[in-house]
């Protein structure tokens, strides 16, 4: 069946380096996706999102680009912090709800 | 900023037992949402509800879980007979509208963890 999915379950960036988290994408229907971040014991936090008819869009020192040839979606987080440390989901709508992907956990080295 | 409100935050119950999560969505939102999230798994739709009627249900919810907006402020997920399995995190979630309209954010609460015994 088709679904969100990411590429790999953990990520571990030194603190003041850039993230790039990614995220695949298998239904070509998909129009609208949306980042979220998790903190432990929270519920999803929404960072950033963005339509299929766009390929880049920019937050505060987060960007999201999107490559709907090889539907795949990635985050990137400029100078990552402590405060950065949380498992990140990409999500697609469909019809009126959200599809979350499986997650990757940001670790955040001192 | 406005929130999402969810209580309890932590519910015990016995394998059988009803149990009623609640939510107080953001006031001027129109969509409602229920999603749990087992441990350490990823965060699963349960259904959606719009104009006092459920829009989308996932497979999940099936006949032991139900949705109600018993007031102008209240939206609660009951489950008739818990299963242990049932235990997760319960997420609700409101949106002003669809979410298919970019730059319509769905808020999400802190969550209720339930455990099934």
């Known amino acids: 069946g088709e679904n969100v999915g990411l590429h790999l379950p953990t990520l571990s960036v030194q603190e003041g380096d850039n993230s790039i988290i990614n995220c695949a994408y298998s239904n070509s229907a998909s129009d609208y996706f949306i980042w979220y971040k998790q903190e432990s014991g929270k519920g999803p936090q929404f960072i950033i999102d963005?339509?299929?008819?766009?390929d880049k869009r920019q937050g505060q020192r987060v960007t999201v680009l999107l490559n709907k040839t090889v539907k795949h979606l990635s985050l990137q987080i400029a100078a990552t912090q402590p405060g950065d440390s949380a498992v990140y989901f990409c999500?697609?709508?469909?019809?009126?709800?959200?599809?979350f992907g499986k997650g990757t956990r940001l670790h955040i080295l001192p | 900023e406005p929130e999402v409100t969810q209580t309890p935050s932590h519910q015990v119950t016995q394998m059988g037992q009803e149990v009623i999560l609640r939510c107080v969505p953001i006031?001027?939102?129109?969509?409602f949402y229920w999603y749990r999230q087992i441990l350490g798994q990823k965060v699963e739709f349960l259904v959606s509800?719009?104009?006092?009627?459920?829009?989308?249900k996932s497979e999940i919810f099936d006949d032991q879980f139900s949705v109600e907006r018993p007031d102008g402020s209240n939206f609660t997920l009951k489950i008739r007979s818990t299963k242990l399995e049932d235990s997760a995190m319960y997420f609700c979630?409101?949106?002003?509208?669809?979410?298919?309209?970019?730059?319509?954010?769905?808020?999400f609460g802190e969550g209720s963890w339930l455990t099934v015994v």
């Open positions: 979630a409101s949106s002003e509208s669809g979410p298919r309209y970019s730059g319509n954010t769905i808020y």
């Open positions: 006031s001027n939102h129109l969509y």
């Open positions: 999500a697609e709508t469909r019809d009126d709800k959200i599809i």
């Open positions: 509800f719009y104009n006092n009627e459920i829009s989308e």
């Open positions: 963005i339509r299929s008819n766009m």
